[in-house]
């Protein structure tokens, strides 16, 4: 681009300029075709070719104007934060319930899917996560709550398939009150390996990773000071995937197993 343009000389002029480097995008085109499909004036076209030529985006050719390598990078570049803003204003309400300084990637909500919650079936977006772990090979899990019945049940009865991989983070408050009253689950089941667990003090969101035969999904759990969730994050992207393997490499890696939490409790 030319030597002495800025980052932010690049960003505005793309963001500006995006309707004709996108139709140049398709194969070049004369001046009076992209003041007719772009319906704007002479004078106006005249400029953004301008403006765009001294950042080495577009380039004239026999055909008029096509775009260079490094227009193609910035229009690439330009659709990606564009995608990623969008996904950012559509998550907003989700992520207010998150600590400013928790680290949420845009790998994550980058077109993301939203599992709202129903008035009358605040379980609701639970039961699509249930019934894909219902078919999983492997969980990998971070929780701060007990949101279902369901999820106790669902556990009880696949720890003891073999071909089940289960690895849970739980926080410190949930663990002491499933050991008290669900002992069967975390008790005997983590101590004789077929689940393990792993305690932390706390945790800023609930996380699952569930893979099964044909696919891998992440679910991503804000919420409030009360446990309170006001929706899940869903996303099956390759990107968001890695993001939340090592989120729970991170909180696995400072978590104690459940066996010397259980001990600590009872002492």
Same mark, same amino acid.
């Given at each position: ?37 772009? #319906? ?29 390598? *490094?227009?193609?990078? *910035? ?27 928790? @680290? ?17 079936? @605040?379980?609701? @977006? ?17 929780? *701060?709550?007990?949101?279902? @019945? ?73 919420? #409030? ?43």
């Amino acid at each position: 681009m030319g030597h002495s343009s800025t980052g932010d000389d690049v960003l505005q002029t793309v963001a500006k300029r995006s309707p004709l480097l996108e139709h140049l995008d398709d194969g070049p085109a004369t001046k009076r075709e992209l003041i007719a499909v772009l #319906d704007c004036s002479r004078s106006t076209i005249d400029r953004a070719i301008r403006e765009l030529e001294a950042l080495d985006c577009i380039r004239r050719c026999e055909d008029g104007f096509r775009l260079t390598v *490094a227009g193609r990078l *910035a229009l690439t570049a330009h659709r990606r934060s564009r995608q990623t803003f969008e996904s950012i204003s559509r998550t907003s309400d989700l992520l207010r319930e998150l600590p400013t300084e928790t @680290p949420i990637s845009t790998d994550l909500i980058r077109d993301a899917t939203l599992l709202e919650v129903p008035a009358h079936a @605040p379980n609701e @977006p639970f039961e699509e996560i249930i019934e894909l772990i219902d078919r999983a090979e492997r969980l990998r899990a971070i929780a *701060a709550a007990d949101r279902t @019945p369901a999820f106790r049940r669902q556990f009880r009865e696949r720890a003891i398939d073999d071909a089940f991989d289960v690895e849970l983070v739980v926080t410190e408050a949930l663990a002491r009150v499933t050991l008290t009253d669900h002992a069967d689950l975390l008790g005997d089941g983590a101590l004789e390996g077929e689940i393990d667990v792993y305690t932390v003090p706390t945790v800023p969101y609930e996380l699952s990773i569930v893979e099964t035969p044909t696919e891998s999904v992440v679910y991503v759990v804000p919420f #409030d000071d009360d446990l309170t969730y006001r929706g899940v994050i869903r996303n099956d992207s390759t990107a968001a995937l890695e993001w939340a393997h090592d989120a729970f490499r991170r909180y696995r890696a400072t978590a104690r197993p459940i066996s010397a939490f259980d001990q600590r409790a009872t002492d």
